[in-house]
């Protein structure tokens, strides 16, 4: 009875999901024209936020009941899912330019924040020291983005500004949209979940395999409705804003909240020699794919094989993952 209400969990909460991100989508996308604020600001900011709100909880709850693999491999995990597998399908859907703060600004910060982490974690332990110093530099970065991108707005520098305006075109329509939309994410992905976490601990695997795979994907999955339903949108700066933004949070938000809640005397060493590094290496692949095209004085775009290279490096590293999580049984 347990099993099929949690498979009745995973159905209908992907059902409310997709339904939920065009919501979402939307409300963002008019908060950001009536506000006057840059898309790709609103990515990172509130989408970000928002969508990241299911690993924040999931970590926190795993730090606190005394299970901080499921933690570290959510964050981390879920960072991974959102470079090599949410933009890789929304750049399979099309094209995905994204501006150039993007590429010289905040895939930047991204990288230094898992520098940070690996830092932090480089004698596999994470005491609540380190943890309060990834929460303050969180703080910091998100205040500088913030303040460079209403800069850059107030300069005249602002995308997409010649972009048509979404369907809600009053402020209460725009909010109505944003909160119906966030809400129904995070209860549904809460349903995912909880359903794909049953399952996955009837069949007996690892806490940080739960962590890294099912709970990382199943947590993920707001990210990518949302980016996926802004790529069809054609709102690019959203998809990539989002996925910067969250992964900004998981690496230091949300790792920084578990090691906050309860410090982490015992990090698997899994995490700093494999998780970590292949963190890195997407981000570094993200930040060279938008490099390249500004080097040449084109404009930064993530290309349809590139997203398919994206997608075929998740599918090597979760082989990999199983394969070395299970003993390559």
Not at 145 to 165: F, K, L, Q, T, W
Not at 221 to 232: D, Q
Not at 295 to 309: F, K, T
Request: with cysteine.
């Amino acid at each position: 009875m347990d099993t099929a209400l949690q498979i009745a969990a995973v159905v209908l909460g992907l059902a409310a999901l997709v339904w939920s991100a065009d919501r979402f989508v939307d409300g963002a996308s008019a908060t950001a024209r009536l506000l006057g604020v840059p898309p790709l600001l609103v990515g990172m900011v509130v989408v970000g936020f928002g969508t990241s709100a299911p690993e924040l909880t999931v970590s926190a709850f795993a730090a606190a009941g005394g299970n901080p693999s499921i933690a570290l491999g959510n964050a981390f995990g879920s960072n991974i899912c959102n470079i090599a597998l949410i933009l890789g399908v929304c750049a399979a859907i099309r094209a995905t330019p994204f501006g150039r703060p993007a590429v010289v600004r905040e895939t930047p910060l991204l990288l230094l924040a898992t520098a940070l982490a690996g830092f932090c974690l480089h004698d596999d332990a994470l005491t609540r020291a380190e943890s309060f110093l990834m929460l303050g530099a969180f703080a910091a970065l998100l205040a500088v983005s913030s303040v460079a991108g209403v800069r850059e707005r107030r300069a005249g520098g602002g995308e997409n500004a010649g972009s048509p305006a979404p369907a809600p075109t009053s402020p209460a329509a725009a909010a109505w949209r944003l909160a119906i939309g966030l809400a129904g994410l995070v209860l549904s992905s809460k349903a995912l979940v909880w359903g794909a976490v049953g399952v996955a601990r009837a069949l007996g695997v690892s806490d940080l395999l739960v962590g890294l795979t099912v709970v990382a994907v199943g947590t993920s999955l707001p990210e990518l409705a949302s980016s996926v339903a802004a790529a069809r949108k054609g709102e690019s700066d959203i998809a990539v804003g989002n996925v910067i933004g969250s992964n900004l949070f998981n690496t230091l938000a949300v790792t920084g909240l578990a090691g906050a809640i309860a410090p982490i005397a015992d990090v698997p060493e899994a995490v700093r020699t494999r998780d970590l590094p292949v963190t890195a290496a997407f981000t570094a692949a993200l930040f060279l794919f938008g490099l390249v095209p500004l080097l040449r004085r084109r404009p930064a775009s993530l290309r349809r094989w590139q997203g398919a290279l994206l997608l075929l490096g998740y599918l090597a590293y979760t082989a990999w993952l199983v394969r070395s999580e299970t003993g390559g049984a």
